[in-house]
């Protein structure tokens, strides 16, 4: 009885790790480019929490969750900035675990972060100027 339910439970686990959309299958960015393994690195670490469409990922599916992180499409961030908050979990340091990659892993997530965060930000308001659409 317990073997059957040992491999019930990895079958369940491995379902769920599939439904969270970790993987390469939604990356955006081609395999020939340099930022690829970037891509690849945040769609199978910052995914379940994150959105960022070069990379396929949707963040968290309950927006209602406080492990939502910042839309990246919406969101430009510098590579500092980028490289800052994985090696220390985010600004805050509340909710995003810390080094969640290391090393030149990171470097190379913070470049790829830095090159296609904010796609889909606006111009920000200037004074006296009119509103980004």
Known sequence: MRPLLAIAAAVA???ALAAC???E???AVSED???YNGAVLFATNCSGCHTLSAAGTQGSGNRSER???PN???????YDDALFAIQNGGFSGAIMPQNIVVGADAEELA????KYAGDEAGEPPRPGGEPSP
């Open 33 to 35: 480019d340099l930022d």
């Open 72 to 78: 990246l499409d919406q969101r430009t961030e510098t």
């Open 67 to 69: 492990t939502q992180g």
């Open 21 to 23: 959309g970790f993987g």
């Open 25 to 27: 299958e939604g990356i």
């Open 111 to 114: 470049r790829f972060v830095a």
């Open 13 to 15: 686990a491995a379902l």
